[in-house]
């Protein structure tokens, strides 16, 4: 599977945010999206997972757009954004089973139950997420993404309120997932973790694809540097008027 | 066809758990029914006669106010735990959301008067059992929750939020206002024998146009 | 987006003539009618701004689906600006109104059905621009605008027919009942030429205010973008 987004722009007014960019993603990579605050990087992700139509451009899928499949797609991708979707009054499994039901994906409890140990939770308490922590809700969150065992991840600063434990377990899901050969994009700020699993660095500036960096064992004092330099190219942003 | 029922099942099922574990809108809406119809004794210092006459229409405002209350709740988890995009990514069609929350709010509101009605009977001495009246009532809350249920989709994402929505649901009411007060007058028997398939229909063409606008426009609702 | 500079003021030129011959024809050139007197020539401006409110709040509508179509935000602009022309003639048809009321039923108000559904009606526009000031998001302020622009227009007539099933005293100009107008041929020539004249008045009014709309929004869309405080909440 491939995912392509191709001369995408979208301009909020006279702000663009986005400038005919070109990205490419293929099944089996981990692609990380990095670029300074308000450089766009949500609204590609909302724009690749659907929710948002960009002025112009495309977004294909295998080299297709979506079309008469869409519910299909969308209900193959995995998506995390800065907001949990979660209801605060149900439990933690209630709130999945909510979404397999939703999702019709067939999940039995003791599914559910894997599920929620897969990502930390086998010993939460059957409470209201009101009262989980913001990593418990995280990791929920994670969970919820991957009940329809989605063929696409699209995860958006999934390292928030996660602790160090929390941070790993995500790793090593990705890691798995990868190995299952799903083609999976975050954002993140956290270079840290994300140089342990991804597979390639596209830094996001000016609404563009800046550079793209495969990860090959760069260090971490390098990968900063490179990316620092990119997006101070030409002084401070400049927001273009349309 | 039969995966957006679903996904309105689904998605109705979790509306009441909701509502069931926290049981926030229900009581305030049946405090404040109580208390509005307390008020309304003294207010309106009414001859048995008159207040007999009035009775559709005390029921009727007191519902539509109580009303407020849900229909301000009814998309908050949506909108402020980013629900709105979990819920865009599953279900076949954005219709179906809009669906599963008239028939969440039209569940209140019924159970709302099933609850002040005999309320109502205890404390000024008059039966309102009566099947047709339940019913017309029925329909009245349709409609409004038809209505309530869009504007209420739009007055979240806004600024002034609760505030808002009165000011722009009560001048969609009025038809529905009419025809409730007004056919429900005639079959408690309390005003004069007229002929209210004219309200009936009128009520039935409210409540079908404007469900079917609203399922029409909610994707514009909430997808930008 | 540019109106033609040149038209327009032609455009308002010709409106403001148009009325003035109206409003002479009106004065001088039509009978005095029998049973109300001179008063009743407040009709005929009340009942062209009536037309008006009415045809401004259709065109929004109009509006309304043409942007949710095709999503160009001049047609946003029109929504928001027929609407705001659309309630002041409501305003005008209501205060015209009451002035001939008060000699004719000797009073300012009542509850007659019209009377109502005209100023539920009004209140439904002034909804709306409060929903639009509570919007900050232009493109947000707009899908929203176009939908209850739509919703609104659509329950006028079931406002209105609500106000027909209980009974009326107000007087039906065309179609019959016990308190009918009689108008003569002459009479009803002005009330045409002022229906005329205001729908030409409606358009240019429309048009100036939707430039001047566009333009402030411009403005305001630039001066956030110099200092970098435009908040989208995307």
Known sequence: ??????????????????????????????????????????????????????????????????????????????????????????????????????????????????????????????????????????????????????????????????????????NQLVQEENARGKLILLTTHELSFIRQIATRFDVLHRGKIADSIPNDGISLDLLQEHYNTVVSAGGTRQKELA | MRAWLHSVRVLVWKDLLQEWRSRDIVTSMLAFAVLSLFIFNYALELSPINRAEIAPGIIWVVMVFAGTLGLNRSFTAEQDQGCFEGLMMAVPDLSAIYFAKLLTNMLMMIFLAVLVIPIYSLLYNQSLFNWAFLGVLGLGAWGYSAAGTLISSMTVQTRMRDLLLPVLLFPLLLPVNMAVVKSCGVLLGTVAGQDIRGWLNLLLVYDAVVTTLSLLVFEYVIQE | MSYKNKLLPLLSGFAFLLVLFAFIRMLFFTPVEQTMGLVQKVF???????????????????????????????????????????????????????????????????????????????????????????????????????????????????????????????????????????????????????????????????????????????????????????????
């Not at chain 3, 009536?50 to 029109?78: E, H, N, P, Q």
């Not at chain 3, 000699?103 to 209140?123: E, S």
């Not at chain 3, 079931?158 to 179609?175: D, Y």
Request: net charge positive; aromatic share 10%.
């Open chain 1, 1 to 170: 599977m491939t995912l392509q987004a191709r001369q995408i722009s979208k301009a909020y007014g006279v702000q663009r945010v986005l400038d005919r960019l070109t990205l490419s993603v293929d099944a089996g990579e981990v692609v990380c999206l990095l670029g300074p605050n308000g450089a766009g990087k949500t609204t590609l992700i909302l724009t690749l997972s659907g929710l948002q139509k960009p002025d112009s451009g495309e977004v294909l899928w295998d080299g297709q757009a979506a079309g008469a499949s869409a519910l299909k797609l969308r209900r193959s991708i995995g998506l995390i954004l800065h907001q949990p979707f979660l209801y605060e009054h149900l439990t933690g499994c209630e709130n999945l089973r909510f979404y397999s039901l939703l999702y019709e994906t067939g999940h039995s409890e003791a599914d559910l139950r894997k599920l929620m140990g897969r990502v930390g939770l086998a010993n939460a308490r059957p409470i209201p997420v009101r009262g989980f922590s913001r990593g418990m809700k995280q990791r929920l969150t994670i969970a919820r993404a991957l009940l329809c065992d989605p063929r696409v991840l699209l995860f958006d600063e999934p390292y928030t309120g996660l602790d160090q434990q929390g941070c790993g377990m995500l």
């Open chain 3, 44 to 234: 005929y401006f009340h009942m062209s701004a009536a037309w008006v409110g009415m045809l401004a709040f259709l065109a929004s509508a109009v509006f309304g689906l043409l942007y949710l179509s095709r999503k160009d935000l001049k047609w946003d602009t029109l929504t928001a600006a027929s609407v705001e022309v659309g309630l002041l003639f409501t305003v005008i048809c209501i205060i015209s109104g009451m002035i001939w009321a008060r000699p004719i039923w000797n009073t300012w108000w009542t509850w007659d059905p019209r009377l109502t559904t005209v100023t539920i009606m009004a209140f439904t526009y002034i909804a709306f621009m409060l929903l639009r000031r509570g919007v900050d998001n232009p493109i947000r302020r707009a899908r929203f605008s176009a939908i209850y622009a739509i919703v609104g227009f659509l329950s006028v007539p079931l406002t209105f027919f609500s106000a027909r099933l209980l009974r009326t005293i107000h007087p039906v100009v065309f179609g019959g009942g016990e308190t009918d107008m009689n108008l003569n041929p002459q009479m009803l020539v002005t009330l045409f030429i002022s229906l005329g004249a205001f729908t030409v008045l409606y358009v240019a009014l429309l048009l100036h205010r939707a430039r001047l709309m566009a333009q402030q929004e411009e403005l305001n869309q630039l001066q956030a973008a110099a200092d970098g405080s435009y908040d989208w909440g995307a």
